[in-house]
């Protein structure tokens, strides 16, 4: 299972900017100022861009930890934590 | 009304005792749900706050409307939640969530106190904007605490359990939100409740007596025991934030929290309760009364499932009762949709059944406008053609619409006549009963996925961070992930448009997403000990 975790974690890293580019080439070919809908509202982007970015950067260390087997041992105590 | 929580508060609030579990479920329950049915009445009653403070063709209020519907959930709630989760670990879990509670319930009152743009103008939407924001920040600090301050009274083997009635209170709160506003709206005329001081506000305005009441309960509460030892030996945390978000050894199980329970979560439970109710709304055509009718049922027979399962993940773990609950979303939401579209097509229905035209009673054509809006410079002009009765009860009417496009002079000279859609569907009774139990399994997935949830992240984690550690993954997964999915439905359904079920791909992927990482990653064990 160890060897499962590890291999997924570089998914992980990999599928995180692949987000990121999904979402600023849908944001450059919905943005429009004359349309109606909430996808064409680049206030809406600037938002869901820089709130997104954040979490995918998260997505990435999640999968550089998992990539590295920092969760091959899960804590079993709170100790473990601090 | 007096009398009524004279009497409420004498014969049953001074009779508890405060350290009783059932008195600290009830008050954090209470005032959670309530918070919930604050958050909840300013998204239901979105298009009429728009026409009070966010006119058409006004540029500013556009986006002040923007940022209230926007930034509320996805960025001021994952802040609430450092900013009380903070707080929480700080000075303690009663007094942060006493004081979300009394923001929430305050600016909720407010918003049914402030004019209308017509009154006050751009100062309306501004007001709004405003104590939307501490809403959102009020909510982003409730949940972590509730759930914190219910476990850490719990006996071990029962955190599953009694943390599990704090799950009920999303469901409940909209519940009762819905069951509010149906109530109002159905005692009076369109135009009353519509009105700038109509019905619309008294949502808002109950809200004040509700958090009153919550308040008094919370205010007989004591501290969370767990916290106040941590107190007495002067283990409390220095800096919350710091050692949750950069001690590796925390950071990496609030990403594990995030990405392997929560995420999927948030988009399960918002398909489930909200995405639906649109659904049946816009894409199945179901009446207003039904729409709401048939979620409200299935609310109600669904939520003793929440406390069912927090139960049962006593017994069995809470991982694997949330795995199966996403597995079932992933792999059941496509075909419970499309019999939705499927079930609600009744004019098909008239052809499939070979119905005698004689049978079929319609309703000689009027030709009325029945609304009219402005869309980019084109006024759409939308007709009621004709009402048809079938024999079985059920019922819809037929409409089309009229775009008036301007040319290069201003003039308005081409207008354009859509083909004919049918609106309004009323079910028929066994239809109607059909939809409420779909409607059930959606949200028993809900109470699969989100029983468990608290008691979950409240063992993930150590005592002196549990409040900001949780809050944070919590809210992102439900905010941000869950929040998301009507506007990426919407980006699919544009990219996408010859399939109608094509939003759904949104919470299938990142369900499945989140059932792959916490298969591999979570496990099951219960966490006996929550004092350390």
């Not at chain 1, 944001?27 to 970015?53: L, Q, S, Y």
């Not at chain 2, 009219?372 to 759409?380: D, F, H, L, T």
């Not at chain 2, 399939?499 to 006996?528: F, H, M, Q, S, T």
Request: aromatic share 14%; glycine share 8%; proline share 5%.
């Amino acid at each position: 299972m160890n060897n499962i975790k590890r291999a997924l974690g570089i998914i992980w890293l990999l599928l995180a900017p692949a987000v990121i580019y999904f979402l600023v080439d849908r944001a450059i070919v919905h943005i429009d100022p004359a349309g109606t809908k909430d996808i064409n509202n680049p206030v809406i982007w600037i938002i869901i861009i820089g709130i997104f970015t954040p979490i995918a950067i998260g997505l990435m260390i999640f999968g550089w930890y998992a990539f590295k087997g920092e969760y091959d041992h899960l804590p079993e105590s709170s100790e473990e934590l601090s | 009304m007096k009398l009524f929580f004279t009497f409420f508060i004498n014969t049953y609030l001074t009779r508890m005792k405060p350290t009783t579990i059932r008195s600290v479920i009830a008050a954090s329950s209470v005032g959670t749900m309530i918070e919930w049915y604050d958050f909840y009445i300013f998204g239901m009653l979105a298009k009429t706050i728009s026409t009070q403070f966010f006119p058409e063709g006004n540029a500013t209020a556009a986006l002040l409307s923007t940022l209230a519907i926007f930034a509320a959930g996805f960025i001021v709630r994952p802040f609430g939640a450092l900013v009380f989760g903070r707080l929480g670990d700080l000075i303690g879990r009663k007094y942060t969530f006493l004081l979300t509670l009394v923001l929430m319930g305050g600016s909720t009152f407010l918003i049914g106190l402030v004019p209308g743009y017509k009154s006050i103008g751009i100062a309306a939407p501004l007001l709004v904007l405003l104590l939307r924001l501490i809403q959102g920040l009020a909510l982003g600090g409730e949940y972590g605490g509730a759930a914190t301050y219910v476990a850490e009274h719990a006996p071990a083997n029962k955190r599953g359990f009694y943390t599990s009635w704090i799950q009920t209170t999303a469901t409940l709160g909209l519940f009762v939100a819905l069951g509010m506003i149906m109530l109002v709206k159905l005692n009076m005329s369109e135009s009353s409740f519509n009105a700038e001081w109509g019905g619309w506000r008294y949502p808002f305005w109950i809200s004040i007596l509700l958090v009153a009441v919550s308040v008094y309960i919370r205010l007989k509460m004591s501290e969370s025991p767990l916290f106040s030892k941590l107190k007495e030996e002067g283990k409390t945390s220095v800096n919350p934030l710091k050692e949750s978000f950069s001690h590796k050894a925390n950071f990496k199980m609030v990403l594990m929290a995030l990405f392997g329970a929560v995420m999927g979560q948030g988009v399960v439970w918002y398909t489930g309760q909200f995405y639906a109710q649109n659904f049946l709304e816009t894409k199945a055509m179901l009446d207003f009364e039904q729409s709401r009718t048939i979620l409200l049922w299935a609310i109600a027979f669904a939520t003793p499932f929440f406390v069912f399962w927090g139960w049962l993940s006593d017994k069995i773990g809470r991982k694997w009762i949330m795995m199966a609950g996403m597995a079932l979303a992933i792999f059941t939401y496509r075909p419970i949709f499309n019999t939705f579209l499927a079930d609600a097509d009744l004019p098909a229905a008239i052809i499939k059944k070979q119905l005698p035209p004689e049978t079929v009673k319609i309703e000689p054509v009027i030709i009325k406008a029945d609304t009219v809006k402005r869309e980019a410079g084109v006024i759409i002009i939308n007709h009621i053609h004709s009402k048809h009765t079938l024999p079985d009860g059920s019922r819809f009417s037929a409409s089309y619409t009229d775009s008036i496009f301007n040319n290069s002079n201003g003039v308005k000279n081409e207008v354009k006549t859509s083909p004919i859609t049918y609106v309004n569907k009323h079910l028929p009774s066994s239809l109607y009963w059909k939809f409420i139990g779909l409607v059930f399994l959606l949200i028993l997935y809900v109470t699969m996925v989100y029983g468990p949830i608290a008691a979950f992240l409240v063992e993930m984690f150590p005592t002196k961070i549990r409040y900001t550690s949780m809050s944070l993954p919590y809210h992102i997964g439900n905010g941000v992930f869950g929040g998301l999915v009507p506007f990426i439905g919407l980006l699919l359904t544009t990219s996408f448009p010859s399939d109608p079920l094509v939003g759904l791909w949104y919470p299938i992927g990142v369900a499945a997403l989140c059932l792959l990482i916490g298969i591999v990653y979570l496990r099951n064990k219960i966490d006996e000990n929550v004092e350390d």
